[in-house]
């Protein structure tokens, strides 16, 4: 079982910057796949950035097109960490963000499904203000 705990939410104004965090539990971090998705009131949740876990020491990243420029994921497997760094954050960024885990193996067209991912965390609120 892995637990995710995110952090890092808040108000911004539009223009402005915010980084989540998202600390896992487990033994073997290292070699999860990690999601950020985001759920906006009324919407349906959707995808934001992803990470790969380490393979021959690197990782791959994905980005919606929506973010992608702006947001930047990163991990720190020392720490069991990873982290979505949002620059020039809009309103429409604005919206509750779920860490996501897979400790299994996630394709390349799987990366944006979020049945794809088997932990959640419990969201963080971001708000950019206009």
């Known amino acids: 079982q892995v637990q995710l705990e995110e952090s890092g939410g808040g108000l911004v104004q539009a223009g402005g910057s915010l980084r989540l965090s998202c600390t896992a539990s487990?033994?073997?971090?290292?070699?999860?796949?990690m999601g950020w998705f985001r759920q906006a009131p009324g919407m349906e949740r959707e995808f934001v950035a992803a990470?790969?876990?380490?393979?021959?020491?690197?990782?791959?990243?994905y980005y919606a097109d929506s973010v992608k420029g702006r947001f930047t994921i990163s991990r720190d497997n020392a720490k069991n960490t990873v982290y979505l760094q949002m620059n020039s954050l809009k309103p429409e960024d604005t919206a509750v963000y779920y860490c996501?885990?897979?400790?299994?193996?996630?394709?390349?067209?799987?990366?944006?499904?979020?049945?794809?991912?088997?932990?959640w965390g419990q969201g963080t609120q971001v708000t950019a203000s206009s």
């Open positions: 990470i790969s876990g380490i393979i021959s020491g690197s990782s791959s990243t």
């Open positions: 487990g033994r073997t971090f290292s070699s999860y796949f």
């Open positions: 996501a885990a897979s400790d299994g193996i996630v394709k390349w067209w799987q990366v944006r499904l979020s049945t794809s991912y088997d932990y």
